[in-house]
């Protein structure tokens, strides 16, 4: 039998990996929303309707990566520094209402329509 082998490391390390991997998405998405607005530009046109909406969506999302990458950095080295995190300080930070609620353990209301959302 093959035991697979052990692969530890600590909560903070792990929660700082992920907000790394949100930074090298985050990343990618910020080339593509360059690239579709430099594609825009070239037309000549300016965004609206369906494609305004489809900007401020992926606008939305730059964001929210953004905001879940800070959050998971600071619960991360808050736990570094002393073993216990409190979150009002890094919820505090979010700048998007609803991630912050959910992230608070609170229900925050979902888009109803699907529409990008305004902020």
Known sequence: MNATPSFKISSADATDGVASEL???LDRLKRLEDGFETVLDAGGDTPRGVTLQMFQEMDFIVQSIESLSTYLRDVANASRDNGETCLHEA???I????????LKGHEAAAPITGEAELF
């Open 95 to 102: 700048p998007l209402r609803d991630m912050a609620a959910r």
């Open 91 to 93: 919820v505090s930070k």
């Open 23 to 25: 930074d090298v998405l």
